[in-house]
């Protein structure tokens, strides 16, 4: 493709930043259950899977970096909390097995519609490393709706801690699809194929159905994603921000 | 699986592939409730870092076992059932000899 202007550039250096905040932060939430995840071999699944998000986030991040002429590692680890657009969907802390499934199985569906859209960029380098996130996104999908599977028929308890945790994600997951500032120019350059409100349909499409074959409830609204709903964050995440820059906070000169 | 083995511990044996064409190796075993997550648990101890062509998950119940002493270690001498109790290399040699070609590498071993 011809050379991007500079508000063009701007707006798939938003894109970019967004995509790759969700996978690093959700990469080390759910890293968190290292050690207590339900089952042994479920502790080294749900460890690899989050392994994989932050390899996802590095490789967005360095598409960034050489986009700006910025450094990966300091996109990373080197922002203030505030300066973080991963959606609302991750501002919420690690608590039971049932949210991080709840999480998971609407974080995956939406990544998927998100990544399926952009595999047909125009700007060839996203669409290439597309193509090799989705060969492992595809075993999350399936890994995530497993689970939700087991925790809705497995009984009375884990179904209800299922719902509930489905029913208190659901508006914030809506903010994956949260407008971008620079969205309109993304996809007159079909940079971004489809809208954003074009794959937040197509998800709620795939996801509705999905819980109602389950015999979960699916929470009525379905209002769209605030303009904010990659800026605002909360005390959990500045809790998260302060474990993932620890080891950088601790010597900011350190080469490895 | 025997009706009084809960789910939750059943036990799957992994043999992998390292390369296509070898032989599938044992490779260890994983607790699952059952082949779909049997599959995926198998996949993450035995394939993620990309170390396998190809996985078998077999349940261990599926596993016929013999270990009786009295047919794999009879008490009598067996060393005439060993390939090697027969010597065969100077035979080679002679035979190697008459068909007119030269030894080849291994003749020596």
Known sequence: MTELDAQTQEALAELLLSMADDEFVLGFWD??????????????????????????????YELLAGLTGDDADRIAFGRPAD???????????????ASSIARRFLYENA??????????????????????MRREETYHLLHFDLWLRRLAEGGEESRSRLAAAIDELWADAQAVFAPLAGEARLVA?????????????????????????LGLPVPAAATPPDADGRIRHTEEFAWLHGEFTMVVRSDEAATW | MSDATP??????????????GDPMVHGGS??????????????????????SERLWIVPREAITELDDPDLLKPPFDRSFKRP???????????????AGTAPAEEAGE
């Open chain 2, 30 to 51: 994983v607790k699952a409730p059952d082949e779909e997550l049997a599959t995926h648990y198998a996949r993450e101890f035995y394939g993620r870092r990309q170390e």
């Open chain 1, 31 to 60: 890293s968190e259950w290292t050690g207590i995840a339900p089952i042994l071999e479920e502790d080294v699944a749900m460890s690899s899977v989050s392994q994989d998000e932050i390899g996802h986030a590095k490789a967005l």
């Open chain 1, 83 to 97: 300066g973080y657009r991963h959606a609302a969907l991750m501002n919420h802390a690690r608590t039971d097995w």
């Open chain 2, 7 to 20: 789910a939750k511990d059943r036990v799957w044996e992994v043999f992998r592939q390292e390369a296509e």
């Open chain 1, 111 to 132: 990544d998927a519609i998100r990544l399926e859209s952009l595999a047909n960029s125009s700007y060839q380098p996203l669409a290439d490393l597309v193509v090799k």
């Open chain 2, 84 to 98: 090697g109790g027969f010597l065969i290399k100077h035979k080679l040699e002679a035979a190697r000899e008459r």
């Open chain 1, 189 to 213: 350059a079909r940079i971004l194929p489809e809208t954003l409100e074009t794959l937040r349909a197509r998800w709620l499409e795939r996801v509705r159905p999905r819980l109602e074959a």
